[in-house]
Every structure is written in structure tokens, then in C-alpha cells.
């Protein structure tokens, strides 16, 4: 039964930085998608980030040289917000897919967390 669970979301100011981290239990597979979405009240959810297990990396232009997104062999994740933005506020997901290559669209991904709220003023 796979499980993530996000954690490290708050409210920081423009400017500022936050670390999300998604732990991942449940699976052993050693090829992998690890992806980090976000939806903001109103719009739809969008990929921000996402790291295969090849190492190959993606990024939303909007958050290009602020965000670096990276993950290890015990199935965890983590995004490194940095210079964030009010525009950046939005609940914040991790997904992960298995035996897949690198996607940021949200019906490639069957497996979820619950979500961190990210609140930038």
C-alpha cells in the first residue's frame, strides 16, 4: 500500500524559503516518477517539478531557478522553494508513479499525498 505524506509547507514572506519533503513508504521499485503539483483556490492543479529515477529533472517555467526538486533511494522527495513568491501560494501535492518516465501531467500519476499548504504574503 503505497503512502506520502507531505510535510514542511507554512507561511513565509516574498522573498523567503520553505523545504517540502513527501516520505514515501509502501513500494521498492526501482524505477520511478516523483512529481510536485500545486493548486491554488480557483485553478486547476499544474505540475511544478518532478525527478525520474534516471535523474532527469522537470521545472514550470514559473518556478525556473527558484525550485529544485530531488529525491532519494528510500522513496522520499523534496522540493526546495527559494525567493518565493505570493503567486507561489497554493496547497502543494506529491505524486509518484512507478515503472514510468519523467511526467508533470497529473493523470500519469495514480499515487498521492494529501497536500502542504504554502502561503507567501
Known amino acids: 500500500h503505497v503512502q506520502l505524506v507531505e510535510s514542511g509547507g507554512g507561511s513565509v514572506k516574498a522573498g523567503g524559503s520553505l523545504r517540502l519533503s513527501c516520505a514515501g513508504s509502501?513500494?521498492?521499485?526501482?524505477?520511478?516518477?516523483m512529481a510536485w503539483f500545486r493548486q491554488a483556490p480557483g485553478k486547476e492543479r499544474e505540475g511544478v517539478a518532478a525527478?525520474?529515477?534516471?535523474?532527469?529533472t522537470f521545472y514550470a517555467e514559473s518556478v525556473k531557478g527558484r525550485f529544485t526538486v530531488s529525491g532519494d533511494n528510500a522513496g522520499n522527495s523534496y522540493l526546495q522553494m527559494n525567493n518565493l513568491k505570493p503567486e507561489d501560494t497554493a496547497m502543494y501535492y506529491c505524486a509518484v508513479e512507478f515503472g514510468a518516465s519523467i511526467s508533470w501531467f497529473e493523470h500519469d500519476f495514480d499515487n498521492w499525498g494529501q497536500g502542504t499548504q504554502v502561503t507567501v504574503s
Open positions: 509502501g513500494y521498492t521499485y526501482n524505477t520511478y516518477c
Open positions: 525527478i525520474d529515477s534516471d535523474g532527469s
